[in-house]
């Protein structure tokens, strides 16, 4: 599959074709927020005050990765998204234990929480195209990327719209704190990406992308071994010079060659598509032109590579 054009809304700023990943500054803290960018050219207003940030965060990455792709209609829309609308089912839950039940704003009803990003993005841009969400965990955005490299098998012609979107309130922070799956060693993070891919290159295609595949590892022993039988399958080996944009430090790298990218955005579990931005990022700008990502959140995991397109 081809990169054409991404987008990248996170806790560092935005991050698009031509924008140094390296620029980018750290997070500080327990906890980071999205820096959202002016809505003003992107969102009508009435519709920016009845958004939530996630919906408001996924329609502006995905206006603006369109933006870079020459504006055109995509052939579908793949969103991938762990959590769904978090504070919009707060809301609703509040209000049935306050109004006991009754008198609920059917809105909720209407629209399912988690579709609804995908929802305003087809009808903020006249889509009617294939129109999907995949709510699987750690691998909700592999999942999206997935089902696009498929439809772009069959249709190489096509331009397909994916991306993923997750967000930290401050409830859904206290609970992962207690389950520990964050603590005080880890920066809980919230973002969105999105990136236009094609089966064939085009004349704006940023980069390729070579070889990609998800798993589950429960050690880093495993995730090693997973990561050789990559390799293996593929017939790829990693050269000294390359970089690695990783959520976990790699023994098998040099150490100046890793670019841990959940300093950036926090860890989240569709955080594997800031770390893919990253990675089309360190590609298209590194003079060797490829560039390695091991995403991981919890047990779940991906591999890709990509190159110079």
Not at 124 to 134: E, L, S
């Amino acid at each position: 599959m081809y990169l054409n054009s991404f987008c990248s809304i996170s806790p560092a700023g935005m991050l698009r074709p031509g924008v140094p990943a390296t620029g980018l500054p750290r997070l500080q803290g327990t906890r980071s927020a999205c820096m959202e960018p002016d809505y003003k050219e992107l969102i009508p207003p009435m519709q920016l005050r009845r958004m939530t940030k996630p919906v408001r965060t996924g329609v502006a990455a995905a206006k603006l990765a369109l933006e870079g792709a020459g504006h055109a209609l995509p052939d579908a829309i793949q969103v991938g998204t762990a959590y769904g609308m978090l504070q919009d089912s707060e809301q609703f839950l509040r209000k049935m234990i306050e109004q006991e039940e009754q008198m609920l704003n059917p809105t909720a009803f209407i629209q399912s929480t988690h579709n609804t990003v995908a929802g305003q993005i087809a009808l903020g841009i006249g889509c009617n195209a294939h129109n999907m969400t995949f709510v699987h965990k750690g691998h909700s955005f592999e999942s999206a990327v997935m089902d696009a490299a498929l439809m772009l098998e069959d249709h190489p012609g096509y331009q397909v719209l994916a991306g993923a979107v997750d967000e930290c309130t401050d409830t859904s922070f206290a609970v992962l704190r207690r389950f520990g799956v964050y603590d005080d060693r880890t920066t809980a993070g919230e973002g969105a990406a999105f990136f236009c891919l094609s089966g064939r290159k085009r004349p704006n295609s940023r980069a390729r992308i070579v070889a990609f595949d998800m798993f589950i590892a429960g050690s880093e022993p495993e995730v090693a071994q997973k990561w050789s039988a990559f390799l293996e399958r593929f017939a790829l080996s990693l050269l000294p010079t390359e970089p690695v944009v990783t959520a976990v430090p790699l023994p098998f790298a040099e150490p100046q060659q890793q670019f841990f990218y959940k300093e950036y955005c926090g860890s989240y579990p569709t955080d594997s598509a800031f770390g893919l931005a990253c990675a089309a990022s360190l590609a298209e700008q590194g003079h060797d032109g490829r560039c390695w990502l091991l995403a991981g959140f919890g047990r779940y995991y991906s591999i890709w590579l990509l190159e110079k397109a």
